[in-house]
């Protein structure tokens, strides 16, 4: 009686720990967990072990090294085992490792199954590296699992990702069993590789789409700046399609965010909520974004107040501050940095950045230099885009020496964002002389962007050297490039109209020339004598800044 009571006891013991190991949430009650198990010498049970790996290899809340200490101490790993721990490293922020693990189970002889290639391919298409992709799929080939749908439809991700839509198209067109995965994985890849005709007429052939299949070309118009393009596919998609879920509705309001369509953006939001979508971080940093981005400062506050502190991560920190700080709420965006700081949240590359533009709005060059040395001091490395930043906090506060000292002195390649940067100080503080050095130096840098030319062209028209901006422009002429026309976008009762520069298509081109004239006639009345020549030249110098 005593052994059957034993055995009873020891079934429901093993029940009991399986059952809170499927419950746990935390790296704290895994770990609790697994000292119960160690202490009743379960640690051997593959039942155990297994959940231990999956938990924290897999869990949101997980600890992938962790999960690899464990799997180390294994005497003989399943194959499960490694898969686990390879497809927890592939999801990591150190995907190589999946690899170096794929090598460790070869040189000891363990052979891998179908369920192991495609976490090694998901780790070559994460680190965009095609010769390591290449080498899998060899493999894969050796081995005699080609022809599996799963890892196929990892091989035209992975191809696609690293910008060979050929290749992912050759896999496509060598499946003998196409399911709608792979049919999506192929439209993902001509919106990756920003093929969008191609991804257009391939999106149309399709005999069945589901949300991710116009998620997907939504998304491949906004990655290739074709934001009209992108709301007409979703309009459609409401009339036709599946319901929209969050991927979509994050492409979609990041539309909204670059058109400045604050209407229809409001429509979005609206549309979230009837929809009954959960409004995530990722969604609501969105907003965010949309609002900053459309000037509605309110509205995007609204939207980050209403999410408790503790829910917070740094991606919608920054949204907001950058929104301030774009819009020259220098004081309201360096005041919520400190609360970030007080939240407890730590900054990243793209929070300095947002500081930076806060600085360069207000004039205040002290702020920025601690905060760009702050990046070094926190580990980071200041990128080309933090550079050009400090330079125009520079150049904006008519420090033009250091800025081109500072362009000098940097240990990476200067860029024309910095050079622009520069110019547009050098043109404001009316240094043309240093305006010329620049605008050249731009034109070096960029010689087929018919911008440069005419940056430096305008700066001479304003200083009235008018045969060396005649000459530019020349330069321009004879090499060939085309001076793109200026646009606008203006929405008017959740309508975007886009006017271009002396375009006369729009129905009501009439009445916009009509009130153009009126307001240059106004600014003519408002110009003092002495002040009137130059200040319509730099208005309209060759008709560079008219919109309609």
Known sequence: MLGVSRSINV????????????????????????????????????????????????SDSGDIDYS???????????????????????????????????????????????????????????????????????????????????IQNS????????????WAHKVFDGMQLKNLVSWNSMLDGYAKCEQMVLAEKFFESMSERD????????????????????????????????????????????????LGALEKGKVMHKYIVDSGLPLTLVLQTSLVDMYAKCGAIEEAL???????????????????????????LVEESLKLFKEMQVVGIRPDEITYLCLLVACAHGGLVKEAWYFFESLSKWGMKPTSKHCACMVDVLARAGQLAKAYQFISQ??????????GALLSGCINHRNFDLAEIVGWKLIELEPNHDGR?????????????????????????????????????????GVLHRFIAHDKTHPNSEETYCMLKFVVHQMKLGCHQDNQESSLNDLLIEDDLLFF
Request: glycine letters at 6%.
């Open 453 to 493: 030319y005419i940056g430096l062209s305008n700066a001479y028209a304003v200083v009235k050297r008018w045969d060396d901006a005649r000459s530019t422009r020349e330069a321009m002429e004879r090499k060939g490039v085309k001076k793109s026309p200026g646009f606008s976008f203006v929405e008017i009762s």
């Open 155 to 166: 091989l035209i991700h992975m191809y696609a990702s690293c910008g060979n839509i050929m």
């Open 211 to 258: 949300v991710r299949s116009w998620s997907s070309l939504i998304d491949g118009y906004v990655k290739a700046g074709e934001y009209r393009e992108a709301m007409a596919v979703f309009e459609k998609m409401r009339a036709v399609g599946p319901k929209a879920n969050e991927v979509t509705m994050v492409s979609v309001l990041c539309a909204c965010a670059h």
């Open 11 to 58: 079934s429901d013991r093993t029940h009991t720990l399986l059952s809170l190991l499927d419950k746990c949430k935390s790296m704290l009650e895994l770990k609790q967990l697994h000292a119960v198990v160690l202490t009743f010498g379960l640690s051997r049970d593959d039942t155990f072990i297994s959940k231990i790996l999956c938990f924290s290899a897999h």
């Open 302 to 328: 609204l939207v980050f107040r209403g999410i408790p502190k503790s829910r917070t991560d740094v991606l919608i920190w920054n949204a907001m501050i950058g929104g301030l700080a774009t819009h020259g």
């Open 410 to 419: 940097m240990p990476i390649e200067p860029t024309a964002s910095m050079f």
């Open 68 to 150: 690899y200490r464990v799997f180390s101490h294994l005497s003989r790993p399943t194959i499960f085992s490694w898969n686990t721990i390879i497809r927890g490293y592939s999801n990591s922020k150190n995907p190589n490792r999946s690899l170096s693990i794929f090598l460790e189970m070869l040189r000891l002889g363990v052979a891998p199954d179908y369920l192991t290639y495609p976490f090694l391919v998901k780790a070559s298409s994460r680190l965009l590296n095609q010769q390591i992709g290449v080498s899998v799929h060899a493999h894969i080939i050796k081995t005699g699992h080609e022809s599996d749908t799963f």
